[in-house]
Each structure stands twice: as structure tokens, then as C-alpha cells.
């Protein structure tokens, strides 16, 4: 939401640019009059002289008809031509002028929201690892637990670890894509690397069902096995973030002549068809930060975006069906992924 002093600047442009397009149609007007009236002036006098000069009978006929009326006729009507030519320019680059003043005054208030969110959700994101893993280790420090409350404890403390970790990497691959980014290509089989990857994620969400279904046989391609690693990863992490308990997760994937393609379908909350073509932008995040019950930091769908990219593919957003969402990678097979 807006705040009230940018509401008021807002007013304030609006409000200089309808007094300058009221002054210059003011403006635009006395021309016309006066060129008109300069015109009239002109012609008057030029009959006066041709009759006076015996060069044209006294009538209106003749007058009108004369080369010299025809001349100042003609460029008459050229400078009426000149001054709708300038104000047509003029209210043209003046609505350009406030289409752009306004698509960047709008971009400036989207990224200023998106980087309130982001700096909420890592503020939230860092404390609340930290303080589970400090809280944990001030338990032991202060007295002897018994085997499997402390067992319990480690495994909560290594998961915050694991997932303070992965934020912070998050956050470091994020600064790479902008700049210093490198695949490092490697042979790599993405259905045996997705396989991998569900064994993973079983193991991290329980109640979750996951289908793995690869509806052809997949070819090895070269590519860059952790970029592809965490491409696959934020999908899934997504998929279960926004699909409850016991979400229901489908992976397919598939060969269609030199291009591979892996699909994520969860049966979620969906996104909204306004919302797919944000949710790749850096820090980008759907809802309100101050009320939101999702974890994230708007990083992981930019990261995915740009790594398929790095491997000359494509990423689409689809709904599925009854519900829920697909994502849906196209990598072409290549002996080898060229840098940018």
C-alpha cells in the first residue's frame, strides 16, 4: 500500500501535467486565432491593393481565384498543418513521457515492496533457525538429558542447521546468477538425478506422497548436476510448501526428439494467472509478508528460472487439474551447455 506522502507526490505530477496540457491548449488556441486573424488581415489588404492596382475586377469571384490569394491560401492551411502537426507531437511525447514516469514510478514501488519482503522473510528466515539450534544447545548445556529426548533435539538442530545452510546458499547462487555464474558441465542422467532427488524428499516430508513416472527413456545430456539439483529441489520444496500435510506430488518426465522434459504437478492452492509471470522475479513472493504462514524468501523460483535458462531451456507455469499447478521444464540434450 501506498503511504500518504507518495500519494501526494503522485497528486502533485498529476496535477502539474494537467496544468501544463491546459496551458498548452490555451496556448494552442491564441495561436489559431492569431494566425487566423493574421491571415484575414493579409487577405483584406491584398484585395484592396489588386483592386486599387486595377490588377482584378471588384469582385469576389476574381479575388479567390487569383494566384496570389491561392498562395496565401496555400500557406495559410500549411501553418493551421504545422501547428496541429506540433500539438499532436507535443500531447503525444507528453503522454509518453507520463506512461513511462508512470510504469518506472511503478516498478520503483513494486521493488521497494519486494525488497520489505525480502528483508522480513530473511530476518525470520535466519532468526528462527538460530534461535531453535541455540535453544537446543543452552538444553544440554544446562543438564543431562535422556538418550532419546537428546536424539530427538540433535535431529531438530541438524534440520534447522540443514535448512540455515540451504538459505544461505540460496542466497550466495542468487548473487552468482546476477554476475559470476559458471556451469560446471558434468554427464548428467536427470531422470536418475530426479529418482535420487524423491528419495530425498520422502525422507524430509513423511505424509507427503510422491510419484515418480518417466514415460520414456531419457538420454544423458551435459549439464551442470547441482545447478539441475536445485532446480529440481526448489519445485518439489514448493510443491509440498503449498500443498498442506499431506501433499500429493507427481514428477514426470520424458524425451521428445533432442529436448527433455521434466514436469512437477502438485495438487496445491494453485497460482493465480496474474501471479505467473511475477513469480520468477528476484525477491518476488505471492500475498503479504506480514501475514503470511509460508516459508521462503522469494529466491527459489528466480534461481530456477535462471539456471534453466544458463541451460538454454524454458520454464512454463500450468494448472493442473483438478487443482494445483505444473511446472514444466524443456532442456535440449546438448554434449555440451555454451556459456553466455
Request: hydrophobic share 40%; charged share 25%.
Amino acid at each position: 500500500m501506498e503511504k500518504p506522502r507518495n500519494i501526494q507526490l503522485r497528486l502533485l505530477s498529476y496535477g502539474v501535467i494537467a496544468y501544463m496540457m491546459l496551458a498548452f491548449a490555451w496556448w494552442s488556441v491564441l495561436l489559431f486565432i492569431k494566425n487566423r486573424d493574421a491571415y484575414q488581415a493579409k487577405r483584406d489588404n491584398m484585395r484592396l491593393v489588386m483592386i486599387a492596382r486595377e490588377e482584378i475586377p471588384p469582385t469576389d469571384e476574381a479575388f479567390y481565384h487569383s494566384p496570389a490569394f491561392r498562395a496565401l491560401k496555400k500557406q495559410y492551411d500549411r501553418q493551421e498543418y504545422m501547428i496541429l502537426g506540433e500539438a499532436g507531437v507535443f500531447v503525444l511525447s507528453l503522454a509518453i513521457g507520463v506512461w513511462l514516469i508512470n510504469r518506472g514510478y511503478h516498478k520503483e514501488v513494486m521493488a521497494a515492496q519486494q525488497q520489505r519482503n525480502f528483508l522480513l522473510s530473511i530476518t525470520h528466515e535466519l532468526k528462527s533457525p538460530i534461535a531453535s539450534i541455540r535453544l537446543v544447545l543452552e538444553t544440554f548445556q544446562r543438564r543431562e538429558l535422556p538418550k532419546d529426548k537428546a536424539e530427538h533435539l540433535t535431529k531438530n538442530a541438524l534440520l534447522e542447521t540443514e535448512r540455515l545452510n540451504k538459505l544461505v546458499n540460496d542466497l550466495l547462487l542468487s548473487a552468482k546468477l546476477e554476475s559470476a555464474y559458471q556451469l560446471h558441465q558434468e554427464p548428467v542422467n536427470l531422470a536418475q538425478l530426479v529418482e535420487d532427488i524423491f528419495e530425498q524428499m520422502e525422507a524430509k516430508y513423511p505424509r507427503a506422497t510422491f510419484t515418480f513416472n518417466k514415460q520414456t527413456a531419457v538420454e544423458d545430456t551435459m549439464g551442470d548436476v547441482a545447478g539441475l539439483a536445485s532446480v529440481i529441489i526448489n519445485l518439489m520444496e514448493n510443491a509440498a510448501k503449498y500443498s498442506g500435510e499431506d501433499a500429493d506430488i507427481e514428477a514426470r518426465i520424458s524425451q521428445h526428439g533432442h529436448t527433455i522434459r521434466l514436469e512437477i504437478a502438485d495438487q496445491g492452492i494453485g497460482i493465480a494467472e496474474e501471479e505467473k509471470n511475477r513469480i520468477f522475479e528476484k525477491f518476488y513472493r505471492i500475498g503479504n509478508e506480514d501475514t503470511r504462514k509460508t516459508k521462503g524468501t522469494g529466491l527459489g523460483l528466480y534461481i530456477v528460472n535462471q539456471i534453466v535458462k544458463a541451460h538454454r531451456g524454458k520454464i512454463e507455469v500450468l494448472d493442473n487439474q483438478p487443482k494445483g499447478t505444473v511446472f514444466r521444464i524443456d532442456i535440449p540434450v546438448a554434449k555440451e551447455v555454451k556459456q553466455k
